[in-house]
């Protein structure tokens, strides 16, 4: 089965640091696609960052950089530079090839707080 | 460019009344899913509709149905309210090609409240 598990319910980071919020998955696909969503307190999901599982790069998108260890599962969301509007839920997902269904599965969310 | 839209956003129901809703997603994408997120939950996946069929179902209960139309909107159909039915409620969409790197674009969300 897939499975996608945050282990953080909570993070703190100080304002300007990187933070790392952690993602491990489990799949039995082969090609698969790796996702992370912010959802501040006002609730719209926002897409950050996708990470394909075939590609060799670390995907990056701006202030966001997904740590991909594929032989480990894990893509773990690194911010750089932190800012007071990061302070919201972090979500990873992914999808996958179920069946051929391609669902979308989600993890518990880690909730960052970003101090000033 | 336009996003998916969700109504209404906001909806206040008493037990046992039923609510619909309603769900357009981005132009040309032919696939939406619906998702219910409680507080402090992360989003479970209730139904997916590609190409006007039920492409996959998850949680959703007996009570609920939706169905997607001939212009791809979707409708989420709720019957016999119950206070535990109380969230946010997503409707997201994609353009389903088959492959891993299609992102869901979601709606703001419906907040369903059941008094």
């Known amino acids: 089965a897939q499975k996608i598990t945050q282990t953080q319910p909570g993070m703190f980071v100080q304002e300007k640091e990187a933070v790392t919020l952690d993602c491990t998955y489990d799949?039995?696909?082969?090609?698969?696609?790796l996702f992370w969503y912010k959802q501040p307190s006002s609730g719209e999901m926002i897409f950050l960052i996708y990470q394909g599982s075939y590609d060799e790069q670390n995907a990056t998108e701006g202030r966001y950089s997904l740590n991909f260890q594929k032989a480990r599962k894990s893509a773990n969301l690194v911010i750089s530079a932190s800012q007071l509007g990061d302070s919201a839920m972090y979500f990873c997902a992914m999808r996958g090839d179920l069946s051929g269904t391609y669902k979308y599965i989600f993890g518990t969310g880690t909730r960052l707080k970003v101090l000033a | 460019a336009a996003g998916v839209i969700q109504s209404p956003r906001h909806l206040i129901k008493e037990k046992r009344e039923t609510a619909t809703l309603k769900c357009y997603p981005i132009p040309r994408h032919d696939t939406v899913y619906w998702y219910q997120q409680g507080p402090g939950q992360d989003p479970q996946f209730l139904i997916s509709?590609?190409?006007?069929?039920?492409?996959d179902k998850g949680s959703i209960p007996d009570r609920f149905s939706a169905q997607q139309f001939s212009d791809y909107h979707s409708e989420l159909n709720m019957s016999s309210l119950e206070l535990g039915d109380s969230a946010l409620y997503f409707c997201?969409?994609?353009?389903?090609?088959?492959?891993?790197?299609?992102?869901?674009?979601f709606g703001s969300g419906t907040q369903l409240s059941v008094l």
């Open positions: 799949t039995s696909d082969q090609s698969y696609g």
């Open positions: 509709f590609y190409e006007k069929m039920q492409s």
């Open positions: 997201a969409s994609t353009l389903n090609e088959g492959l891993p790197n299609e992102k869901l674009f």
